[in-house]
């Protein structure tokens, strides 16, 4: 479905090759050629980590063909790996969300983790009171209590950067830590449901409350809201006022206060926009997958977002693949630790890695002409340059 | 003993004294981890990693111990992985338009992942520990004993801070460090090699987070889990903060994170079991006050490093 932006960029720009040389064809060969960078880079990063991590493997006298088979076999190679991929890339689209909006406006906002735990526990905080109420509207206080929670609880890092000047990099982390204590100390004491024994949890949901599967499919409705969400970040990010005012104030502050622009509400705004998606991501894992609040929504989501922003560069768009393909390696993780004998941070290594790389590939953008717009398009800049030059891509 | 004259049921006061106590013990990773950050910092850079440098110094001074049976080459070891782990970011740092906030996170979580995954073999076996002083025998209460029993990490700590601070305002390469943290136009115009004293920096903060992890396994608490670090080594980054980029500020902020994290387990000890999640959570909220506290909107903090604020 939507996984294949990046093999969309580079068979349009295969395409833009071979259209007519009308102006308009120019111009989409110019965009080509410069999407086409923004995908080949990551994918590069990407493909040098799996190397890399292969090499390590191979060292620890693993086989690295074996665990290129179980993640395949683990994550894609089936109907039912497919969906158990799926049902990981759902949080861990809003995760990404929660790092990529804030990027806009050029913060590194790492705290995803806490409003997820929070965004959860808030929603199963107020599904016990609304006991016996109609399913419909249970539902949509729950998300709605998520939401607001998520919003305030990084909304109030954004406030801090924006008018404090605090470092909103560690201050989200800490609240992280914080928002996990918190959730603790909730779930083992006043939302503790007493007949949870082994495992301290919430007060388990009404059947109404529950949030059901796609239809056709076994993977929630987490998803479909998720690609919803991507895609309208990326219609405020991109195609709005307030995107481009978000965009201007990242790039310099000091220009978007003399033009005007709110920048310390820009900011408050976008973080707890972040903050409540990340938490509506809580609220899907309690409604859909638990159904209640309990340790396992420390799930790790929010760090496995922040990697996902950036191997998709911050675009909204490029989220749902990258989050698919990592929602994959994720699920195939237990399959691998009992094939090959690794331990569980097998998969962090990787990520780790991945990460890296990624963030080494940023010192490649506009190194290679191949991707030069204007090389591809400018006509002015392309007379001064071989005509018959153009290598393809 | 003394003319402290103390109840037989200490209560509070064994409250305090195990606060006490537990600073002095808690303190030291914070210590170490905010001394090299602030070398690091000082020369204009800003290394998030160190929360992972710390784990992975952590686990490979435990495995070393538990392999080799001496603790010592342990905080050699976690010194010298460290050192690597700070190379790393230093290196990679100066390719252009690497963000050297994104690449601390980057390297937190792939230290993480090493050190667990390396780490998974020792978290059973037990390792010879670092040996402590105990400064307390003049008491005969059990309980000042054990706050005044000191590690000699700690003890190193302390001078370090102090040779650190006179380091940097005494020596050629502290001045060297100075000039390039505060001005890159200033130190290129006379001849020193910007990337090459910030990856120097940069790798001696990493071998001090290195050694500070090797007390997290081999002291305080004294074994391996994939917990064991929780955060400290970023409340240490932001500790720097604190400080003012000044190490013997470091060493009092220290302390008084140490006293924060001792809160929990020494209410605990006295049989307040409510809100032991809150009291954990004290040094993450500590924190987070310093941090408001101390930060500022319109200008640059007295003692930031000139070209810091350009690389945030």
């Not at chain 1, 008018?163 to 918190?182: F, H, K």
């Not at chain 1, 490649?364 to 030059?389: C, E, I, N, T």
């Not at chain 2, 000191?150 to 005494?170: E, K, M, Q």
Request: charged share 10%; net charge positive; glycine share 14%.
């Amino acid at each position: 479905m939507v996984a294949d932006t990046a093999t969309t960029d580079a068979a349009s720009a295969d395409s833009a090759v071979a259209a007519p040389r009308a102006p308009a064809g120019l111009q989409l060969r110019a965009w080509a050629a410069r999407r086409a960078e923004a995908a080949v880079i990551p994918l590069g990063a990407l493909a040098l980590g799996l190397g890399l991590f292969s090499l390590f493997l191979a060292s620890l006298g693993k086989s690295p063909a074996a665990f290129l088979d179980l993640v395949y076999r683990g994550g894609f190679g089936s109907s039912f790996a497919l969906q158990n991929s799926l049902q990981r890339a759902a949080p861990l689209l809003f995760a990404a969300l929660c790092v990529a909006l804030p990027a806009r406006l050029g913060l590194v906002v790492i705290g995803g983790e806490g409003a997820i735990v929070l965004g959860g526990l808030a929603a199963a905080a107020v599904a016990t009171p609304l006991s016996g109420a109609p399913g419909g509207l249970g539902i949509a206080l729950m998300a709605l209590a998520a939401l607001l929670t998520g919003a305030l609880w990084l909304g109030a890092v954004g406030a801090l950067r924006a008018w404090r000047g605090v470092n909103e990099t560690i201050a989200s982390l800490l609240m992280s830590y914080i928002a996990i204590a918190l959730a603790n100390h909730l779930i083992e004491g006043w939302l503790r449901d007493p007949a949870s024994l082994n495992k301290p949890s919430t007060r388990t949901l009404d059947e109404a409350f529950r949030v059901g599967p796609l239809p056709g499919l076994e993977v929630h409705w987490g998803l479909a809201v998720g690609l919803v969400a991507c895609l309208l970040a990326w219609v405020l990010t991109e195609r709005t006022t307030l995107g481009f005012a978000a965009r201007i104030a990242g790039g310099n502050v000091r220009a978007a206060q003399i033009q005007g622009l709110p920048v310390g509400r820009l900011i408050t705004g976008f973080t707890a926009l972040g903050g409540a998606l990340a938490a509506l991501a809580g609220f899907f894992e309690v409604a859909a997958v638990h159904g209640n609040a309990n340790g396992s929504l420390v799930a790790g989501y929010g760090y496995t977002g922040i990697l996902i922003a950036f191997l998709a560069r911050q675009n909204p768009l490029a989220i749902p693949p990258v989050a698919f393909l990592l929602g994959g390696i994720e699920a195939s993780s237990g399959l691998i630790q009992r094939r090959l004998h690794v331990p569980d941070a097998t998969i962090l290594v990787l990520e780790g890695l991945l990460f890296l790389l990624v963030l080494m590939g940023e010192t490649l953008y506009g190194r290679f002409k191949v991707f030069s717009p204007h090389l591809w398009g400018d006509k002015q800049a392309a007379a001064g340059l071989k005509p018959s030059g153009a290598p393809a891509p | 003993m003394s003319g402290l004259d103390l109840p037989g049921d200490l209560g509070l006061w064994s409250v305090l004294l195990a606060v006490i106590g537990g600073a002095i013990r808690v303190s030291t990773p914070f210590l170490f981890v905010s001394l090299g950050e602030t070398i690091t910092e000082r020369s204009g850079r800003i290394n998030l990693g160190l929360e992972g440098t710390l784990v992975f110094g952590a686990m490979s001074a435990y495995a070393t111990a538990v392999l080799t049976g001496s603790a010592w080459a342990g905080v050699a070891v976690a010194g010298l992985a460290g050192g690597l782990f700070g190379l790393l970011h230093g290196w990679i740092c100066r390719l252009p338009r690497v963000n050297d906030v994104a690449l601390g996170i980057a390297l937190m979580l792939f230290g993480s992942g090493l050190a667990f995954f390396f780490g998974k073999a020792f978290i059973q076996p037990s390792a010879p520990q670092l040996p402590a002083i105990p400064f307390g025998n003049w008491s005969d209460l059990a309980q000042v004993r054990a706050a005044l029993q000191i590690n000699v990490l700690f003890l190193i700590g302390a001078a370090l801070s102090v040779f650190l601070w006179w380091a940097l305002r005494n020596t050629r390469i502290g001045l060297v460090v100075r000039i390039v943290g505060d001005s890159t136009d200033a130190a290129r115009a006379m001849g020193y090699d910007v990337d090459r004293v910030r990856l120097l920096a940069t790798g001696a903060g990493g071998v001090l987070a290195g050694i500070g992890g090797a007390y997290l396994s081999l002291y305080y608490p004294g074994s391996w889990n994939e917990g064991i670090s929780s955060g400290q080594g970023l409340m240490a980054v932001a500790l720097v903060v604190f400080a003012r980029w000044n190490p013997l500020a470091c060493f009092g902020a220290a302390l008084l994170f140490g006293g924060a994290g001792a809160l929990g387990p020494a209410l605990q000890s006295v049989g307040v079991s409510q809100g032991y999640y809150l009291f954990y959570a004290a040094p993450y909220v500590l924190t987070l006050g310093v941090l408001i506290a101390t930060s500022s909107p319109n200008h640059a903090l007295a003692g930031a490093p000139g070209e810091l604020g350009q690389a945030k």
